[in-house]
């Protein structure tokens, strides 16, 4: 039995209660139960936030409504790692989580999203495909007569309207354009599904601004630390992407389930109910973050896992879980566009605001506003800057072929039997060699990004006076 939008909106809203009422009433258990339970609070919250942020563009507009919904948006995402940079101001050894869950977050988005999102949308195309071929080869029902004052086969055209009239109904008004010499509209979805996922031109927007924080992303290994002058850097790269993306023309949401049911009340009573998820996210998150932060770390250490590996992966699958279930339905129903620009718009935060931000939370949290990296910190964030040089590579020219999508998958999860320094750096050196080669041959793409983004005003011709 299908679930209503206003069940789906309760069960999301119950999810994280049992985590508040054990942190109002102090009560402790034990780790590994823990991490479900307040992983759970994470994952209701992060799909809270999900369905407000979409609903509250019915009421924001403009660079206001960017700036805010980008960073409502990631905060599911970063107050794990958050956590740990703050911590690590006074417990050191908490440092190298932060380090962990910031790459992991990064590498699990692109290695492990982006491809999720090419075969969930060629599973979209199949089904499409195939819808297709099944209305085409149903009969239609025979053209009713017509008598009209000309006859059967007089001047108003016999029963060729007629007959147009019942192909348009059989078909549909979703029925794809006519493309081809046999107009077969298996041919076309069979001919987009070979060709990959296309993107929109501002997509461009995303890519240029990755590729420069994927260019500075190399320097922080080569200093050692996270320092306060990468966040300046950082977050510069982050305002000027929100001014610039606040440039382009937002069109309206198309809303559906719980964000229609919500879009539909009364624009007060909206307003007030949309306030408040986004009040009950951020106090689900914040207080489910420290508990499940700490119980990740103590989990693995009772039973044997490094949990420097939970840390990294168990956390970003948590809080990003609802974020790739969003790319994942778009996908599927054929709306490719956004659902790899969202995860796109995410890696270029992850990248900016994220590293950024970690520095600021261990000097808040009592250290000197520079997070050391160590040698396996070190590695991991060369293998995950190696990583964003091959994304944006593949991506160069607006489209996400089949096999590039299988060359990420494969590249990332190759890489969890081999765990030796050795193999992550040979790995960071195939990202690398990789990516150089597709963006050598791509290289007359890099001119549109800029021009794109930054276009040249328009030359005000004077004409002399007679």
Known sequence: MPVGPLSRLVIAVVLPLPGMVLRLLGIELVPELSVVVFGAAVVGAAVILAWAAETAQLDISGSLAIAALALIAVLPEYAVDLYF??????????????????????????GFGWPLVALVAGLGLRKATGSWRKRRTTPLPPAPVLETEAGPGGASGGFGGIRASAETFANGPDSPPQEGPEGDPADTASRRTLSGIFLHPKRRIELLFLGFAAVYSFIIPLTGTIALYDAAVLLGIYCVYLWRASKEEREAPELEGVCYYLGCLPKPRRRLVVSGLFLAAAVFILAAAEPFADSLVQTGRNLGIDEFLLVQWLAPLVSEAPELIVACLLAFRLNTDDALGTLLSSKVNQWTLLVGAIPLAFLAGGGNGSLGLDARQT??????????????AVLLDLRFRWWEAMALAALFFLQFPFPETTVRLVFSAAYIGLGLVILLRRRAAVPALWRYVFPRRPKIETHAQD
């Open 85 to 110: 940079a703050y911590s690590a101001g006074s417990k050191p050894e908490y440092a190298h989580y932060a380090a962990a869950n910031m790459t992991g977050s990064n590498r699990l988005l692109l």
């Open 379 to 392: 590695e991991e964030f060369v293998l995950t800057s190696a990583q964003t040089v091959l994304g944006l």
